[in-house]
């Protein structure tokens, strides 16, 4: 019985990641440590031995770099490559550009930490991870999964907001639980489906 396999990453360490800036939309590319990031995801990829049939990733810049550096890590370059922004970073809106701690200074703590961090509150203009789920989800079932079942394998090189949707249904984790996680960059998490599209096993590749 042939194993089915998802492998997921969020990109690595962005310009803006690096400044401590509200990302969202925008598009800047990774640092040297990003790239680094995404050159060891793709070294611990590597590892398994998997022959992926399709990448998925977003339409910014940094996770396609991310996926691309993966991609050339494990000699695999020439796989079919969708990118759709249905996988993009949640939408920051007003917030998209702005310092993290300025924005703290302006709005107090509390409430950038629930625009941030609460599962169904959008900071002003944007979307909470509730709306992001709400694209991230139709799309994967209706592009992604089908692939799943039907015996490929697939990368998805995506952001942390996206992929904690995605991993929100995989898992079946609670709303007041999904808001706790958090997703380094460049850390693949290795998904295994059985022949029902169940998850069987997950494993976090890490060194």
Not at 114 to 142: A, F, H, M, N
Request: with cysteine; aromatic share 8%; hydrophobic share 35%.
């Amino acid at each position: 019985m042939k194993t089915r396999n998802l492998i997921i990453v969020r990109h690595g360490q962005s310009e803006w990641n690096e400044k401590n800036l509200f990302t969202g939309w925008e598009n800047p590319g990774l640092t040297q440590k990003g790239i680094d990031e995404a050159m060891h995801a793709g070294d611990l990829i590597k590892e398994l031995d998997i022959k992926f049939d399709w990448m998925f990733t977003s339409a910014l810049t940094r996770a396609q770099l991310t996926g691309s550096i993966i991609l050339e890590k494990i000699n695999q370059t020439d796989i079919d490559i969708i990118k759709d922004e249905a996988l993009n970073e949640r939408f920051y809106g007003d917030l998209q550009g702005l310092n993290k701690d300025e924005c703290r200074q302006k709005w107090g703590d509390d409430m950038v930490q629930i625009w941030r961090r609460s599962y169904d509150q959008g900071p002003p203009g944007g979307e909470s991870l509730k709306e992001t789920g709400e694209r991230v989800l139709p799309y994967y079932l209706k592009e992604i999964y089908p692939l799943l079942l039907k015996n490929m394998n697939i990368l998805i090189a995506a952001h942390g907001n996206s992929l904690r949707s995605l991993i929100k249904y995989l898992e079946v984790i609670s709303d007041e639980d999904i808001v706790k996680l958090e997703i380094p960059t460049g850390a693949p998490i290795h998904y295994s489906f059985d022949e029902d599209g169940n998850v069987t096993t997950k494993k976090h590749l890490i060194e």
